[in-house]
């Protein structure tokens, strides 16, 4: 079976800069970036690697919705110079990047749906929980940073919602990480609530007359909010790719 560790370039590298007391040492914070990588490939043993970046174009979401991701800090200016010389150092390093034109989130999410119906294995090197809602069973999402699966069983805990509920859930709680508004409101524990009771975002939308009126009140005022979240959140995982699953392949050790 074809196993591909997808890496998410900028939520690893923008974590590991942060932490480096020089931050204009692009030099060996590309090659801390490389060891992370090697460890990696050592732990999961994949058939192919690649790292996929961000780029600059506008993405959808932003247009969709202008306060997508509002109040981020900017890539630091060194980190936004050095980033051409860190993906030669690990193209140099058997570690191939691809560019997304905006959103890496989507590039990453439609290489591992392809890859599951190739009938292979995808794992993704990510914290970033838009992920949550990609639940084939061979797509995995590792925490790099503590060294563990995200499962389903841990994702559905800590939700407090089953698996086909995450992207319901995000539309009524929102993600304050990237500016997804949700229902206003409505938190995680009521997000959570009604859908154990409604199932899923249609259902209670139609059952506002059965939900107690303050919250039916807020959920009414923020039924467009809901639907506007609902679509931010949801990952493309149809790109068209202009790639070859070879192209990644590792060599055989």
Known sequence: MNVFLII?????????????PDETNIDGLQEQINRSCQKLI???QPTHVSIVWDGKAMSWRKRLFEDYKKGRKPMPDALDKGLPNIKSYLQAHHIQSIDALSEADDVIATLATKLTQAQGKAIIV?????????THPHIQLWDHFNKTFLTLEAREE??????????DYLALAGDSGNKIPGV???GPKSASELLKTFRTLGNIYRSLDEIGTKQA?????????????????????????????NQFRLAPK
């Open 8 to 20: 998410d370039g900028m939520n690893l590298v923008r974590r590991m800069h942060a932490a480096q």
């Open 126 to 134: 990510s914290t970033d929980k838009g992920f949550n809602q990609l």
């Open 158 to 167: 800590k939700l407090g919602v089953e698996r086909t509920q995450f992207l």
């Open 184 to 186: 206003p409101g409505i």
């Open 42 to 44: 050592r732990f999961h």
């Open 217 to 245: 009140q807020k959920l009414a005022t923020g039924k467009t909010l809901a639907r506007l979240s609902y679509k931010l959140i949801q990952l493309q995982t149809d790109l068209p790719l202009n790639v070859n699953l």
